[in-house]
């Protein structure tokens, strides 16, 4: 196992810890301090056309909303994640043994054991949560 795999790792595990908990300060310290985030969820939470959000002040921003606002159907079922070092991903598939999800598909760039770049792919199920139908 190389160093950028075991970051990769770790980042998998404490980004999903924070998620759970909420813990805005743990989220953000995985981030490096010009990263960016990109999603749908940007454009809906931020009123903006952009979906991208950089830089420490915007990411906590942006991170604070979805914490404040994540709907019922946001769960963190998944199986594992792939990684060649650099990048990560993983999928939260709509089916889960608990009902349906948000069916999301995560990507991050990793770079001094950091997150980089951090892109979110959503899901018809997902969007119709967003919609509100």
Do not use: C
Not at 15 to 37: R, T, V
């Amino acid at each position: 196992m190389t160093a950028t795999r075991n970051d990769a790792e770790r980042i998998y595990r404490l980004w999903d810890e924070a998620l759970g908990s909420k813990d805005l300060e743990a989220a953000l310290a995985l981030y490096a301090p010009d990263a960016s985030i990109e999603s749908p969820l940007v454009q809906h939470l931020m009123q903006t056309k952009h979906g991208v959000v950089s830089g420490t002040d915007n990411l906590r921003e942006f991170i604070t909303r979805v914490f404040r606002t994540n709907p019922p159907q946001r769960k963190r079922f998944k199986q594992g994640f792939f990684s060649d070092g650099r990048v990560i991903t993983w999928e939260y598939p709509r089916q889960s043994p608990d009902g349906d999800q948000m069916d999301l598909v995560e990507v991050m760039e990793i770079a001094n054991g950091l997150i980089q770049r951090h892109r979110v792919y959503w899901g018809w199920y997902a969007l119709n949560v967003l919609r509100g139908s």
